[in-house]
């Protein structure tokens, strides 16, 4: 875990023995033999835990701890308490501190807790980097991601938006296509002219073609008034092609002849209007490949396909979850009038495991419904069985015990002796313990 502690305790010969216990759980332990040693290494950005003894020469445990929250009341302290001082522990937790352990306690006891609390303490950091990031992206931008894979992408958006090429985009449902055509558009010197989209699939072959390039009255049936289409309406702007894969074969033989020429003739006349287009299209299929492409003209394909922009799927680039999945929550928030929802283990473990098939539309809707209190805290059935906030106290109780033996056979190896001393139980009442949890301590040997 390498997360680092900070130990004091001016007991030197005890301070020696609790950081080699913590060392050899894997922490990065510095010990402090008074408190006000401590205090200078802690900042807002302090990724770990505090654990003192309470009674100490100078400033005693509880006055650090008041320091410590006067500075950042996100950073853990864990107090270690003699049993005259138990009553003044219960007190501190009301007032904020995570826990405290009483003397003497098993190395596993102190293990677990400081686990936890550094667990605690990578959440509320990444919280607070989320909300900074989300908070710093641009409204218009929303192509947020620190992935090598976003950042080139925008990098090469920006490098073409203020050419007149037209694009092809290619992407999974959901992943931003249309965002990536505005942005294009937004970003060049069309920005003054007219953005104008349409989804090939949404309209039936008799309507498409009207709506592309417009008609004169009586051109046909119902044809009462003369219409712009949207190639002409987007004349100095940008045209945006959706479902490009669905356009009839009809209007694909029309389409190609716009894009060679640069000019339309509306339904009804024969009047040919030159145009000043730039195209984005986007398809949900890969048109290079023909077994995909299927009835799409092959030389329609090429003549768009000049610069070609692959949005990668939500679940190629899962760092970014959790930055995107905060900066909806925000939107969200504003929208709704709500509290943006902390980041807890639970969410970000979804936001993790989750394989987003509907990419950022479906990661919008999730941060909406989380806004609105409409998401369980557990957000997958394999997290619910083992969330220790759900269910009765028994079941409580019975998760984190199960938790705490886990964490005892994981820190010594499987090794059964020195397990039973850091739990200080019985042999006969642990194994009784893992068969009733179901936990196979063999799993542990091997990851030693």
């Not at 959901?174 to 309209?203: D, P, Q, T």
């Not at 943006?340 to 969410?347: E, F, M, N, Y």
Request: charged content about 25%.
């Amino acid at each position: 875990m390498n997360a680092p502690v900070l130990l004091i305790d001016d007991d030197r010969q005890l301070l020696r023995a609790t950081a080699q216990t913590l060392e050899l759980a894997d922490f990065s332990v510095t010990p402090f033999a008074s408190a006000a040693e401590a205090l200078p290494q802690l900042d807002l950005n302090f990724a770990g835990v505090v654990v003192s003894d309470i009674r100490m020469p100078g400033m005693d445990g509880l006055q650090l701890f008041e320091r410590i929250r006067a500075l950042d009341a996100e950073i853990p302290v864990i107090l270690i308490t003699g049993h005259g001082d138990i009553p003044t522990a219960v007190k501190a937790i009301q007032d904020g501190v995570y826990d405290f352990i009483a003397k003497p306690f098993p190395a596993g006891r102190l293990i677990q807790c400081v686990r936890r609390a550094v667990e605690r303490r990578s959440l509320v950091l990444e919280n607070r980097r989320l909300r900074e990031a989300a908070q710093q992206a641009e409204d218009d931008i929303p192509l947020i991601g620190q992935t090598p894979v976003m950042e080139r992408l925008r990098q090469t958006l920006r490098q073409i938006a203020d050419t007149d090429v037209d694009v092809l985009v290619t992407g999974e449902t959901g992943s931003g296509k249309e965002v990536v055509a505005r942005l294009l558009h937004g970003w060049s010197r069309r920005a003054k002219g007219n953005f104008v989209a349409l989804n090939c699939g949404a309209l039936p072959e008799q309507v498409i073609e009207s709506e592309l390039f417009g008609h004169e009255p009586g051109a046909f049936t119902g044809a009462q008034k003369k219409r712009i289409g949207r190639i002409e309406h987007s004349s100095g702007g940008t045209l945006f092609l959706d479902e490009l894969e669905s356009m009839p074969l009809s209007t694909q033989i029309q389409m190609l002849r716009v894009l060679e020429m640069r000019e339309v003739t509306p339904l009804g006349t024969n009047e040919v209007r030159p145009v000043d287009i730039r195209i984005v299209a986007a398809a949900k299929v890969d048109l290079s490949d023909p077994g995909q492409r299927k009835a799409f003209r092959e030389d329609l394909y090429y003549r768009l396909n000049v610069v070609s922009i692959l949005i990668p799927p939500l679940r190629e680039r899962r760092e970014d979850i959790p930055l995107l999945f905060s900066y909806f929550a925000e939107r969200a928030a504003q929208r709704f009038q709500r509290a943006a929802p902390a980041l807890s283990g639970d969410i970000l473990r979804h936001l993790r495991e989750h394989d987003w098939p509907g990419n950022v539309r479906e990661l919008s809707h999730f941060a909406e419904r989380a806004v609105l209190g409409m998401v369980s805290p557990v957000a997958t059935a394999a997290a619910a069985s083992q969330a220790t906030g759900a269910g009765s106290l028994p079941e409580q109780l019975d998760r984190l015990e199960a938790e705490i033996i886990r964490d005892a056979l994981s820190a010594h190896g499987g090794n059964v002796q020195q397990t039973l001393v850091a739990l200080g139980i019985p042999r006969k009442t642990f194994y009784d313990k893992l068969q009733r949890h179901g936990i196979v301590r063999r799993e542990f040997v091997a990851r030693e």
